[in-house]
């Protein structure tokens, strides 16, 4: 990966994105798709000849095959959370202000479980000292609409329009519901 920032920089491809043309995440991502290919085709010719024994596909156990992710479920992935972490740090920052940071072990909690799987809603209410219609009001109102508009404002960043933007929120949901 660290081969796909050198090249971006040195090659100067950021200079090519046209904002008209598409969303930077797309052009990124097809930027990486290109360095992967460069880069197996690469390790492909070194590896051809050498004196090296040729294996057959079906030599090959089900242990060998990599089963990870592809490039570009590992790229969106990493976009996804990035953009996520962004989000949190804006709602904490937020909070800060506004002087509600006893809420900050919970906003914690949330980017933890990522939003899902949180634990009871009486055993926040005891991690933080205070009653569970509390912590419901919390949920409720800062993580459904504030955090929401924190993460609109992330995905809005890197697009031209707010229909780019509705695209990119159904696709960083699809990206999270993945990982």
Not at 15 to 20: E, H, I, T, V
Not at 36 to 64: I, L, M, P
Not at 71 to 76: F, I, Q, V, W
Request: glycine residues 10%; hydrophobic residues 40%.
């Amino acid at each position: 990966m660290q081969g796909f920032y050198v090249d971006l920089l040195d090659q100067g491809i950021l200079a090519r994105f046209d904002p008209a043309r598409g969303r930077f995440r797309t052009f990124l991502l097809a930027c990486l798709r290109g360095h992967v290919s460069h880069t197996r085709d690469r390790e492909n010719a070194q590896r051809r000849g050498g004196g090296r024994k040729h294996v057959a596909a079906e030599d090959v156990g089900d242990e060998a095959v990599d089963k990870g992710p592809s490039p570009e479920e590992a790229y969106d992935r990493a976009w996804a959370l990035g953009l996520m972490e962004r989000a949190f740090g804006r709602w904490r920052d937020r909070l800060t202000q506004a002087d509600k940071g006893q809420w900050l072990p919970l906003v914690d909690l949330l980017e933890a479980h990522g939003l899902g799987n949180l634990p009871p809603v009486a055993e926040m209410a005891k991690r933080l000292g205070v009653t569970e219609a509390q912590v419901r009001h919390f949920l409720n109102r800062e993580a459904r609409t504030r955090l929401r508009e924190d993460i609109l404002a992330e995905v809005r960043e890197g697009t031209a329009s707010d229909t780019e933007a509705e695209e990119e929120l159904r696709h960083l949901m699809t990206c999270l519901g993945r990982a």
